[in-house]
């Protein structure tokens, strides 16, 4: 069985802060990762994702990623908050790249403020 | 624009009404899926369709059936609504080998 912890629900920080977004997950085998963001009253989209490869995974909009299996971690960064990056995050884990066992974790809403 | 439509973005239903939520996709995907969104639980699957004429039951399928009406749609159908489902519906595509998910903007679901 897999499962994704997305630790804390709701994350503060100034604008210029760094902003960081923990995710760990549960897996039998080496799994694929995903970052998605959803602003407010639309669908999620695709931030960055780990498949095989480089354990740093850049994204859009300055975000990345690191894959740390020893700490089945896939923490979400970024250097400096702007205040357009308010919105909900969400991890997810697949083991497979099919898509069809995907995982989501709850969520972490980021506020930034000025 | 490509994408993933939903249609209605808001309904108010009854308890005990039914109706159907429409989505289809124009990136000629395989696979669909259709999420329900509620607050401190995420997005948990009700029901997916891999490829065309196949679907498929997700974490929550209870009080939902789904359609795979040809490759650039799938339906999702309350039969009897119940206030449990008044919820954030949200439909997605993606094709097979890529997982990367697109979405749909939602349906805002309220079952009084």
Redesign the interface.
């Known amino acids: 069985a897999q499962s994704v912890t997305q630790l804390g ?1 709701h994350v503060s920080v100034s604008e210029g802060a760094l902003v960081l977004l923990r995710c760990n997950y549960s897996s039998s085998v080496p799994p ?1 990762l ?1 970052w ?1 963001v959803q602003y407010p ?6 931030l960055l ?1 780990y ?1 095989t490869g480089a354990t740093l995974v850049k994204g859009i909009n300055g975000f990345e990623a690191e894959f740390k299996k020893s700490e089945t971690s896939f923490h979400l960064t970024k250097p400096s908050a702007h205040m357009s990056d308010a919105a909900e995050y ?1 991890c997810a884990v ?1 083991r ?5 066992q ?1 995982y ?4 972490t809403s980021l506020t930034v403020i000025p | 624009n490509a994408g993933v439509t939903q249609t209605p973005k808001f309904q108010v239903l009854k308890t005990g009404q039914s109706m159907t939520l429409q989505c289809a996709q124009d990136m000629n995907h395989n696979s669909m899926y259709w999420y329900r969104q509620d607050p401190g639980m995420g997005l948990r699957l009700i029901y997916y369709s891999a490829s065309e004429g196949t679907t498929d039951k997700g974490e929550v399928p209870n009080g939902y059936n789904v359609s795979r009406l040809n490759k650039r749609e799938f339906s999702l159908r309350l039969e009897s609504a119940a206030p449990s489902q008044t919820s954030v519906y949200f439909c997605a595509s993606s094709e097979r080998g890529q997982g990367v998910y697109t979405f749909g903007s939602g349906t805002r679901l309220t079952v009084v």
């Open positions: 629900s694929y995903f998605y009253n639309q669908g999620l989209q695709l994702k498949t969400f697949s497979t790249n099919t898509g069809n995907f989501f974790g709850t969520g």
